[in-house]
Every structure is written in structure tokens, then in C-alpha cells.
């Protein structure tokens, strides 16, 4: 199995030269450097969840469908197999389980926050929904301006096509699903 910035700089190329961009044009589209751009597609980068959401967004494709694996008629997936995109400093852990294909328009990921940690994310495509399942402890979520906890057991649903954000003030790892719907 590939790791997966292996998969992320395959995805970034081929995107790349079917929108017949180079990687200047990506840099200025993206605000991501042309040499963290250029690390990144050799699969010896390891770029953060922020940084690929600003590759997304650039390139106007689903954050997921960087993270898309080859597809196959079925998949098991060992979540332990699957190499996490990191952020703040590794004390949030994203691991892509089921990426977008493009073609369901939604994606699965399992998140692991350690205590004390904090993530903001850049909005999504327009329309995007996220659905977040708390498995263990509590996050804080702050959305559309507004601000949630929710806890082990409890679900949320927002509009993810504006910013938002995750922390973990918590004493204990949270460990979350999300799944997010691309109309």
C-alpha cells in the first residue's frame, strides 16, 4: 500500500497537468510555495492538513480527492495502515479512511486530538456539510461564528464551508469520526 504522501503527491500532479498548471501557477493560486509544492509532488514533503486544504481550494477540487486511492471493488482499511495528515505538531492526527472519489461526493475520516490541541480548518467547497461523531472525550467546535461542545456519544452537523476550528481542552485523546458530503 502506498503511503499516504505518496498517494497526496500523485493526486496533486495529475491534477496539476489536467488543469494544465504549472507549478508557479498552482504556487499563486494555492499561496503554497512553488518549492514546498515541488517537495510535496516528489512524496517527500509531508504537508499539513492546512496546507493541502490551500491546494484544494486552489486547484478547486474536494480536499479528498487528494487523499483518493486508487479505486478498487472492495476495501478493507486498517486505520493503523493508514499514514495520518498531521497538524499542530502532530497532536491532531487525520487519518483518511475513505477519501472522496468524486464521484460519492462525501468522505470518512477518523481523528485522533490529543489533549490540548487545536486545529483550524479552511472553509471546504461551497455547499460542504461535515457530520462529526464524538467517540471519546470532548471538542470544542467552533463554526459559522458559533461555538459547540460536544462530548462522547453526541453528534454534530455544520456547514463546513466556512471556517472552523477543533480543540481538545480536554484531559483524555478525543477520538472522532467526520464525514463530509460534497454536493
Do not use: C
Not at 484544494?56 to 486511492?69: C, E
Amino acid at each position: 500500500m502506498d503511503t499516504m504522501n505518496q498517494i497526496v503527491a500523485g493526486n496533486i500532479r495529475r491534477f496539476r497537468k489536467e488543469k494544465k498548471l504549472t507549478m508557479e501557477e498552482l504556487a499563486k493560486l494555492s499561496g503554497v510555495s512553488k518549492s514546498m509544492l515541488a517537495q510535496i509532488e516528489r512524496g517527500d514533503g509531508n504537508p499539513t492538513i492546512s496546507t493541502l486544504w490551500k491546494i484544494s481550494n486552489g486547484m478547486k477540487v474536494p480536499f479528498d480527492a487528494l487523499t483518493v486511492r486508487p479505486e478498487v471493488t472492495y476495501e478493507i482499511v486498517k486505520t493503523a495502515e493508514v499514514q495520518p495528515i498531521l497538524e499542530d505538531d502532530g497532536k491532531v492526527r487525520n487519518y483518511s479512511i475513505f477519501p472522496d472519489d468524486e464521484n460519492r461526493r462525501f468522505a470518512v475520516y477518523y481523528l485522533e486530538l490529543d489533549p490540548d490541541s487545536y486545529w483550524e480548518s479552511e472553509p471546504h467547497l461551497r455547499g460542504t456539510t461535515e457530520f462529526i461523531t464524538v467517540f471519546s472525550g470532548t471538542v470544542e467546535i467552533k463554526a459559522d461564528g458559533k461555538q459547540f461542545q460536544v462530548s462522547e456519544g453526541e453528534n454534530i452537523r455544520f456547514k463546513g464551508d466556512t471556517e472552523h476550528s477543533y480543540r481538545n481542552s480536554g484531559e483524555e485523546t478525543a477520538v472522532l469520526h467526520m464525514i463530509l458530503y460534497n454536493p
